[in-house]
């Protein structure tokens, strides 16, 4: 039996961190993770103490983030759960060590500065870092599979652009859609999608028995979005907005159709993109996802309802914004990095 692959997760006490950190401990060809603590200031010495899920199943000590560490265990694999200007600032480093990276963060998925300019990185300059930015793969396995496979650096994509990007590919690269009548995306999260740390506006009092609408054309992840399916500015309009539930997106994405085509050309158009794709799966029309049925797995559901015309399209997609569009999607990456089956360790 092969040698099992050893990984770091730096980070693991964020939501999505958490949940990577977790299907790791249970992956079949992982050694048990070395969990390491960025800040490194001893007050979170075991992932349990914050993570009551863990209790009973043994220690899982956090240990301060040292390259010294990560080379004494022989790890191979680094996953970044981390902001994105650590991440910005952590990838070089972990890259000159010669490891491997999966980053989380939003720190190296966009190629075009105007669109990275959103996060104000302050090492625009460095050569390094345009270097490691022309490195760096997009980690969306249903679009881009073989250059994951030999990649360095992968960059994660957001929870967002995965439902939205999944949901218009197969309909964009088949040239169906009238892009001059532009595409309408309104996309609704869970609040664990605003991260760990509490803000005003994601205090219980804000969030429940409410619904409301954020960075209207300004969200950072509208830029990865237009750059996977080459679209312009103008060609699209993508309004997050903040559900009052723990996680789960929904993406509702109105799109002309440039001909007029039935229900069932629509679904082979989606069906035949995504054959072999695992993690997607493909409503029957005109039955519709909910988040309900993808949360807590690494599934991105679509399903479409196409209007009498047979030019008016609304589609339909859903995922767990901390599985499929965070760590789960994470660990399917790493899955096609070391040529493993995609689903090892996400069932």
């Known amino acids: 039996m092969s040698a099992k692959l050893k990984a770091a997760v730096v980070g693991a006490t964020g939501y999505s961190g958490f949940e990577l950190a977790r299907i790791l401990l249970r992956h079949p060809r992982l050694e048990k993770p070395l969990l390491l603590s960025r800040n490194g200031n001893g007050d979170e010495k075991n992932l349990a103490d914050l993570f009551p899920a863990l209790a009973g199943n043994g220690k899982y000590p956090l240990k301060p983030l ?33 490891l491997r990276v999966i980053d989380l963060s939003g720190a190296w998925r966009i190629k075009q500065a105007r669109h990275r300019a959103v996060y104000g ?4 300059s460095s050569p390094s870092a345009a270097e490691l930015t022309e490195k760096a793969v997009y980690g969306l396995p249903e679009l881009n599979r073989d250059k994951i496979a030999n990649a360095t650096v992968v960059a994660n994509p957001g929870c967002y652009a995965t439902s939205v990007i999944l949901a218009l590919a197969p309909l ?13 995306s309104d996309s609704k999260s869970g609040v664990s999608g605003a991260g760990k740390e509490p803000t005003a506006r994601t205090h219980f009092v804000s969030v429940a028995d409410n619904l409301s609408a954020y960075s209207v054309f300004d969200h950072r992840h509208l830029g990865e979005i237009l750059e996977q399916l080459e679209l312009g500015d103008d060609e699209l309009i993508f309004t997050p907005h903040l559900l009052p539930i723990p996680r789960g997106i929904l993406s509702t994405i109105y799109v002309r159709l440039e001909r007029e085509m039935t229900a069932a050309q629509v679904e082979s158009c989606f069906r ?12 029957a029309n005109p039955r519709l996802p909910e988040i309900q049925f993808s949360v807590n797995t690494n599934y991105c559901d679509i399903g479409f309802c196409l ?6 399209l609304v589609v339909v997609s859903c995922e767990d914004n901390l599985l499929k569009g965070a760590a789960g999607q994470a660990v399917q990456n790493m899955n096609l990095m070391y040529g493993w089956n995609e689903a090892e360790g996400l069932q």
């Open 66 to 98: 040292s390259w010294t560490t990560i080379k004494e265990q022989g790890v191979d694999l680094l996953f970044l759960a981390t902001p994105h200007d650590a991440s910005r600032a952590l990838v070089p480093e972990a890259v000159a060590h010669g």
């Open 121 to 124: 990185f302050q090492d625009e």
């Open 172 to 184: 964009i690269r088949a040239g169906v859609v009238d892009r001059e009548q532009g595409i309408i």
């Open 272 to 283: 035949g993109f995504y054959q072999g794709r695992p993690w997607v799966r493909i409503f």
């Open 307 to 312: 209007a009498k015309d047979g030019r008016r």
